[in-house]
């Protein structure tokens, strides 16, 4: 059984005539990195907002750990799965980079006296460390962009998405971003995420599906490349 | 019939307003909705729409209703602890009334969305109204969903970094939003300043006189219309409750 499973499902957004995806029957296991391509508007994004329930389906079920995602609230959801939103200004709420950082394991209860150390552990991979009390909607896209994926990683979920990682990011960040995401994945964490690079993906995917007008296309399906 | 002009809509959407600020029994109210959902069926418009508009202000108005009804206690005790009258009839009837008003408000501003805000700004000009000023209530209502959808968003995101809303205790909820007003706040002020930089980008009042590419046109239908409302509004108002 598979962490992720998608059970032919077909989504089409309310008020739109048309599917965004449809018959789609795929499975997701926590171990390796998958990436998911495809032409602009070929349904990526909404195919990773029905993993994590922010979009139902329409028809057929997705199911996470064996039960229906629809059990699951957005939080119990949020703390098994850690989700990169393709546009980083959505997912920010907090006054400063700091607070945004630990606003995920200061709210699952992580120990106090660990906090600041996990704070500064983040800010430095991300070469954050100048905007501890900057306003994250103030940061630059390549900042936002770190920032996002920080925040998110912070929280430590099992099973990490991210729409369109690499954007704004500049060659030197993108490789940073490949090892720090190499090293997640060897210590356990199952990873997809969308890209467009090239570069980025044949580096990293073990695993590649490819999406056109809402179906899958092709999947060169499951196998490890780093042991 | 069904392509009124914006104006008209207006005056409509004014109108309604209006009475639902003056009434203040629920019966009055109830019937004012009624009459908006009317109007709104007319113009083709689809009322679940209204609900998912509503929706994330639920809490708000729940809250207000609980305040309404504890706070303003007046008539018949209906709900007591020991001798402290809890909830009164005169209380849930002022409750219900602020709930109503805020739906029919609502509702009626939904009138907006049946036409364009482009023929709405031209509307307002073509009445001598500044167009900055036309302009700029123009963004009002635009910005309106902006917020909602900005609300909706911070839920979400808030949610999936793990934070079940519905089972954190009340007085953790409380201080959760009180720290979240003002990012949250002060981020749709930032996206609206990005979107005054990229109008004047693009000679928003640059030129003294604009080029309108159409005109609009009040028809026989517009001005009846406009009379029958107005004049049914102001007997209404002069009748009294
Ligand atoms: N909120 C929405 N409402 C209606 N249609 C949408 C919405 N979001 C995306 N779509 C449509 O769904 C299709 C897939 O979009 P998306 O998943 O964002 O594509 P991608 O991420 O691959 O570029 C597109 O045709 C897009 O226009
Ligand atoms: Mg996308």
């Not at chain 1, 070469?127 to 896209?141: A, K």
């Not at chain 2, 029919?104 to 364009?116: D, N």
């Not at chain 2, 969903?145 to 793990?162: C, H, K, S, Y």
């Not at chain 2, 007003?181 to 003294?208: D, I, N």
């Amino acid at each position: 059984m598979a962490f992720l499973e998608f059970n032919q499902v077909s989504f089409s957004y309310p008020q739109e005539g048309r599917f965004a995806l449809r018959d789609i029957q795929l499975g997701f296991s926590r171990d390796g990195i998958t990436a998911i391509t495809g032409a602009n508007g070929s349904g990526k994004t909404t195919l990773t907002k029905l993993m994590i329930g922010v979009l139902r389906s329409t028809r057929g079920t997705v199911c996470l750990e064996g039960r229906s995602l629809e059990e699951y609230s957005l939080g119990e959801i949020g703390r098994r799965i850690g989700y990169v939103f393709q546009n980083p200004d959505l997912q920010f709420f907090c006054s400063t980079v700091a607070e945004e950082i630990s606003f995920g394991f200061v709210n699952q209860g992580c120990r106090p006296e660990t906090v600041e150390e996990k704070i500064q552990y983040y800010l430095d991979y991300f070469e954050l460390g100048n905007y501890r009390h900057v306003f994250p909607l103030h940061l630059s896209h390549g900042e936002k962009r770190r920032l996002a994926i920080a925040s998110v990683l912070a929280t430590e979920p099992s099973f990490l998405i991210l729409d369109e990682p690499t954007t704004g990011l500049d060659a030197y960040r993108k490789r940073l971003l490949a090892d720090l995401l190499i090293k997640i994945a060897g210590a356990g964490t199952g990873i997809s995420l969308v890209s467009h690079d090239q570069a980025f993906v044949n580096r990293l995917a073990e695993r590649v599906i490819t999406l056109e007008k809402g179906r899958v296309v092709w999947d060169s399906g499951e196998g490890r490349k780093h042991g | 019939m069904a392509n009124l002009d914006p104006r008209t809509k207006m005056i409509m959407v004014v109108c309604l307003s209006i009475l639902a600020l003056l009434y203040n029994t629920p019966a009055q109210l109830f019937l004012l909705f009624v009459f908006t959902l009317m109007l709104l069926l007319f113009f083709n418009f689809r009322l679940n729409v209204i609900g998912v508009y509503l929706k994330p202000f639920l809490a708000l108005m729940l809250f207000l209703f609980v305040v309404q009804c504890v706070f303003s206690p007046s008539g018949l005790s209906i709900l007591s602890v020991g001798q402290v009258s809890l909830v009164t009839s005169g209380g849930l009837l002022l409750g219900s009334s602020m709930v109503l008003r805020i739906i029919v408000v609502t509702a009626a501003a939904m009138l907006f969305t049946t036409f364009s805000p482009r023929d709405f700004i031209l509307g307002l000009v073509q009445w001598k109204v500044p167009y900055e000023l036309a302009f700029m209530v123009f963004i009002a209502l635009r910005f309106l969903p902006v917020f909602r959808d900005e609300l909706v968003n911070v839920i979400t995101a808030v949610q999936l970094r793990g934070v079940d809303l519905k089972k954190v205790p009340w007085k953790q909820k409380l201080d959760l939003y009180r720290r979240l007003f003002f990012p949250v706040v002060y981020g749709v002020m930032l996206k609206a300043q990005h979107l005054a930089v990229s109008m004047e980008s693009r000679g928003f009042r640059a030129y003294p006189t604009r080029t309108y590419l159409r005109r609009l046109n009040l028809y026989y239908a517009d001005y009846i219309v406009m009379v029958t409302f107005l004049a049914a509004t102001i007997t209404l108002i002069v009748m009294g409750p």
